[in-house]
């Protein structure tokens, strides 16, 4: 009997199947300045709320009794053949969730066949991710103040192997939240810095003295020009709501969008990220590449953004707090959950690919009724 118990105990799952029980179970587990950090959304917290709210709002209508016997939920993206549609969203400083950050992430991803987006201001710099991984990377930038550094950047994720950039342009002026007004962001801050500090080894800009994440508020679609001309990686902006911004894009180069609006950390009272998405697809057309974030819980969550037009999804919030609660095996859980049921969808829905999944199979359930 002990044995049975002791090979039960190690079968058992290290985090909370549940989404909410998750949440908790995280946020119970952090100082309390970084649970209020990661929870935290704009304002009100309104928009963070519609994200989740307006998922609800569409609904999947399965169809049966088709062939689903052989299932493929990959796609084509950054040049190469995907396991799945999924991918984890950059999110800065993940020591503060686990002692090792980003290492611990990205080292489930590689298990998974997820590419994972490093963040500009996370814990572990450029390289010292790209020496873990050897599969799937994306960096996220942030233009910072100083186009130097900006360039730096670029540089030194193309020289490490990584296959993408996604440039955030939803963050030029800083959000506002009642961390806004507090001190504790500061030392929060500090595990962000990894990429950017004087003592960063790879990092050629001699001039820190200044505020090395500090945001260039003037940027513009104009500046767009000189980062893809600093490198050859495919560039897609991350943080786009609007059909017109869209087209913007690729009129000036970008090679595909991020639906976002940053997990509704940024405007209080703006659109859902999921009710942006059927525009922006329509706006751009089925050639350019479309993500999505903001609101991705579960499997069929990342269904209904692929049926309105995503070409894949990223998850934020879940994967973190997998990683607060187990590190690398809490990440590789969460994630493979999602999978699981994606998959899971995909054939209950009547679906032998995911490529083949488009608007036919979701209705808006509000109109009708
Ligand atoms: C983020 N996000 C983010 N985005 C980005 O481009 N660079 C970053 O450094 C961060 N950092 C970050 C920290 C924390 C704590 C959170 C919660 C989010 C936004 C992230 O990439 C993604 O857009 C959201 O997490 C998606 O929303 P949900 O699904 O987490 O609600």
Same mark, same amino acid.
């Given at each position: 009997l002990e044995r049975r118990l002791r090979e039960i105990e190690t079968e058992? &799952? /290290? #985090?909370?199947?549940?989404y909410d029980e998750l949440e908790r179970v995280a946020l119970e587990r952090l100082p309390s300045a970084s649970a209020s950090y990661v929870a935290a959304t704009a304002g009100t917290g309104e928009t963070g709320r519609a994200n989740r709210r307006e998922f609800d709002r569409w609904r999947i209508v399965p169809r049966v009794l088709?062939? #689903? *016997?052989d299932r493929s939920l990959g796609v084509d993206l950054f040049e190469k053949t995907l396991r799945s549609p999924l991918l984890l969203a950059p999110i800065g400083g993940q020591t503060k969730y686990h002692e090792d950050g980003e290492l611990a992430s990205v080292r489930a991803a590689t298990e998974l066949g997820v590419p994972f987006a490093l963040s500009t201001? $996370? *814990? @572990?710099?450029i390289e010292d991710v790209a020496e873990t991984d050897d599969s799937n990377l994306l960096f996220q930038l942030y233009c910072t103040s100083d186009f130097d550094t900006t360039v730096n950047l670029l540089e030194r994720a193309e020289r490490a192997g @990584?296959?993408?950039?996604?440039? &955030? #342009?939803?963050? =030029?002026v800083p959000r506002w939240s009642p961390e806004t007004l507090s001190r504790t962001n500061d030392q929060l801050y500090a595990s962000s810095l990894a990429n950017l500090s004087a003592d960063s080894p790879a990092n050629s800009v001699s001039d820190t003295t200044a505020d090395p994440l500090a945001r260039d508020e003037s940027l513009s679609w104009e500046d767009l020009s000189a980062l893809t001309e600093a490198t050859t990686l495919p560039i897609y902006l991350k943080g786009i709501t609007h059909p017109e911004d869209a087209r913007l894009a690729v009129e000036h180069g970008m090679d595909g969008v991020v639906v976002s609006n940053h997990g509704g950390r =940024?405007?209080?009272? $703006? +659109? /859902?990220a999921i009710t942006a998405l059927p525009h922006v697809a329509d706006a751009v057309g089925a050639d350019v590449p479309v993500l999505f974030d903001s609101g991705v819980r579960g499997g069929a969550d990342a269904f209904k953004a692929i049926a309105l037009g995503a070409d894949a999804v990223f998850l934020g919030r879940p994967y973190l707090y997998g990683l607060t609660i187990a590190g690398q095996r809490g990440v590789y859980e969460v994630v493979h959950n999602v999978l699981a049921e994606l998959d899971s969808v995909v054939g209950l829905s009547g679906y032998? $690919? +995911? /490529?083949? #999944?488009?608007? *036919? /199979? +979701?209705?808006?359930g509000s109109s009708i009724g």
């Open positions: 058992r &799952t /290290a #985090v909370p199947f549940d088709r062939d #689903v *016997s201001a $996370s *814990s @572990y710099s @990584y296959d993408g950039i996604l440039l &955030t #342009v939803d963050f =030029q =940024q405007v209080d009272g $703006s +659109i /859902a032998d $690919s +995911i /490529a083949n #999944v488009d608007r *036919s /199979a +979701i209705v808006d």
